[in-house]
């Protein structure tokens, strides 16, 4: 009798664990399978948001390939007109003046042209540097090389500017000759000629040249 | 009988622990995926958005094209006008 109760006792020990391990299975299972519709669903916003970029994207490729052959076309046509009117050099010299350092890319339907040495033809000067080389005020027009150190110190920038102008005006003699002053309050009043107005001492040269011209010829006749 | 106990003991001792614990990796790493999904829809349907104004490659494509008939209507003038350099 005790031998028969023995073997329950274990068996149902056995079908506990057995149960447990059931237990435990269904469990997770189900934990991972909630976590896998899970990811089904992302996966699905996933391909949709996809599918949308790939159908959108579609007609990238075939347009920017047009527009950049159309710029290619432009480019090289305004290169070579650019070669043609102004030569090589001039052109390479242009380009890098606006663009520094763009003479050593070149030209893309000129091949040589990276090899050109670009002229200092498009020096940017400010207005008022070329308003003072207009009044002839010997404007400090590539008085210095661009590459040096630079012309204008911002703490001392008056001295630094002056300095540019030759020595007579960094001095600053005492007894400068004064601007003259002009216009009809001015003190000294230029063209005071008296004989404005009145008849003609002489004539001209050309009427006295045709003057003596048939002198000459009324003397040949005689 | 001291066999069906130990199979008791190895069962509730060795097995059980075991299976819970493999289970256990397997739901974690089946979590830690969700996020990582719902990230990447959140920015798959961003990019889609952005490539709304995809559409406007087409406007862009007919200004080009304009833009550079004027251009060389533009320099077939200048050619004309201008003398060459040499």
Not at chain 1, 79 to 94: N, Q, S
Not at chain 1, 152 to 169: C, Q, T
Not at chain 2, 8 to 17: A, F, K, Q
Not at chain 2, 37 to 43: D, G, R
């Amino acid at each position: 009798m005790a031998l028969p109760l023995a073997m329950s006792a274990a068996g149902v020990v056995m079908i506990l664990a057995v149960v447990l391990i059931v237990a435990a299975l269904v469990f997770y299972l189900v934990s991972v399978i909630v976590a896998l519709r899970k990811i089904t669903a992302g996966l699905d916003q996933v391909i949709a948001g996809v599918g949308e970029i790939v159908q959108k994207s579609a007609p990238v490729n075939g347009i920017v390939t047009a527009i950049n052959q159309q710029l290619d076309a432009g480019v090289d046509a305004l290169e070579g007109l650019l070669v043609k009117k102004a030569g090589i050099v001039d052109a390479v010299g242009l380009v890098d003046g606006l663009y520094a350092g763009a003479a050593s890319a070149g030209f893309r339907t000129f091949p040589d042209s990276a090899t050109v040495k670009p002229p200092r033809i498009a020096e940017v000067y400010t207005r008022g540097t070329l308003t003072l080389a207009r009044l002839g005020r010997e404007a400090p027009i590539a008085a210095a090389n661009p590459a040096g150190a630079v012309l204008r110190n911002v703490e001392g920038g008056s001295l630094a500017a002056r300095l540019l102008y030759p020595e007579i005006r960094q001095s600053r003699p005492p007894q400068l000759p004064r601007s003259p002053v002009i216009g009809t309050d001015a003190p000294v009043q230029y063209e005071q000629r008296e004989d404005i107005g009145l008849p003609r001492k002489r004539l001209p040269a050309r009427a006295s040249a045709a003057a003596a011209e048939s002198a000459a010829g009324a003397s040949r006749d005689d | 009988m001291i066999l069906w106990w130990i199979g008791d003991v190895v069962l509730l001792v060795v097995v059980l622990p075991v299976v819970v614990y493999l289970l256990r990796g397997v739901l974690e790493a089946a979590r830690s995926i969700v996020p990582s999904v719902q990230s990447i829809a959140t920015v798959a349907a961003a990019g889609s958005r952005d490539l709304d104004a995809a559409a406007l490659l087409v406007t862009t494509q007919d200004q080009a094209t304009r833009t550079i008939a004027g251009v060389a209507n533009y320099g077939g003038s200048l050619d004309l006008i201008l003398d060459d350099a040499s």
